[in-house]
Nanobody
Framework: QVQLVESGGGLVQPGGSLRLSCAASGRGFSINPMEWYRQAPGKERELVAVVTSGGRSNYADSVKGRFTISRDNAKNTVYLQMNSLKAEDTAVYYC?????????WGQGTQVTVSS
């Protein structure tokens, strides 16, 4: 069983920054990839970034160069640093992990980019 709790969302102006955190409980955090997804109103949930257990990362084209995913295995926490935010980044952001073929989701945190 894995529990994921996101935090750090909020309202930010275009060009601003936010850092999201996702705290995980349960076994297996450090050996499995962690992912951030987002879902904007009326759109499907999309993968934003993934980080492997060893720290390698990949990003959606829409966020490359602006977002950075990282993890602290000692704290069972994954982060998403978001810079140069745009209105189109507005969404609910979810962290996720697959463990033994089961995908777990956090409850999500709202990010709103608006002036």
């Amino acid at each position: 069983q894995v529990q994921l709790v996101e935090s750090g969302g909020g309202l930010v102006q275009p060009g601003g920054s936010l850092r999201l955190s996702c705290a995980a409980s349960g076994r297996g955090f450090s050996i499995n990839p962690m992912e951030w997804y987002r879902q904007a109103p009326g759109k499907e949930r999309e993968l934003v970034a993934v980080v492997t257990s060893g720290g390698r990362s990949n990003y959606a084209d829409s966020v490359k160069g602006r977002f950075t995913i990282s993890r602290d295995n000692a704290k069972n926490t994954v982060y998403l640093q978001m810079n140069s935010l745009k209105a189109e980044d507005t969404a609910v952001y979810y962290c996720s992990q697959v463990l033994l073929t089961i995908r777990y989701w956090g409850q999500g945190t709202q990010v709103t980019v608006s002036s």
